[in-house]
Nanobody
Framework: QVQLVESGGGLVQAGGSLRLSCTAS????????MGWFRQAPGKTREFVAS??????TTGYANSVKGRFTISRDNAQMYLQMTSLKPEDTAVYYC?????????????????WGQGTQVTVSS
């Protein structure tokens, strides 16, 4: 079993930055891909970014490409968010993939955190 805990969310003005962290406990996640997803009120959960098991390959949603950066080390994963926009407002979730690679589909992920709120004011 893996437990994932997100942190670093908060309220920020448009154009600002935040860094989210995801800490894993239980079984190690060093041999699994990881990802960030988000869910805004009234919308379905959507892919944000993903990273493979050793951090060598990453993928991003078009809406965040060039503004967000995903990274990982040991038992933590990060999402550096810059140039934030009001439409980035959502609950952000980290997830551990079933496989080694980087994936954008929700069904490729087995374990999920509880989420951290990010609110971007205009």
């Amino acid at each position: 079993q893996v437990q994932l805990v997100e942190s670093g969310g908060g309220l920020v003005q448009a154009g600002g930055s935040l860094r989210l962290s995801c800490t894993a406990s239980g079984r190690t996640f060093s041999r699994n891909g990881m990802g960030w997803f988000r869910q805004a009120p009234g919308k379905t959960r959507e892919f944000v970014a993903s990273i493979d098991w050793n951090g060598s390959t990453t993928g991003y949603a078009n809406s965040v490409k060039g503004r967000f950066t995903i990274s990982r080390d040991n038992a933590q994963m990060y999402l550096q968010m810059t140039s934030l926009k009001p439409e980035d407002t959502a609950v952000y979730y980290c997830a551990q993939a079933i496989g080694l690679g980087y994936y954008s589909a929700l069904d490729q992920y087995r374990y999920w955190g509880q989420g951290t709120q990010v609110t971007v004011s205009s």
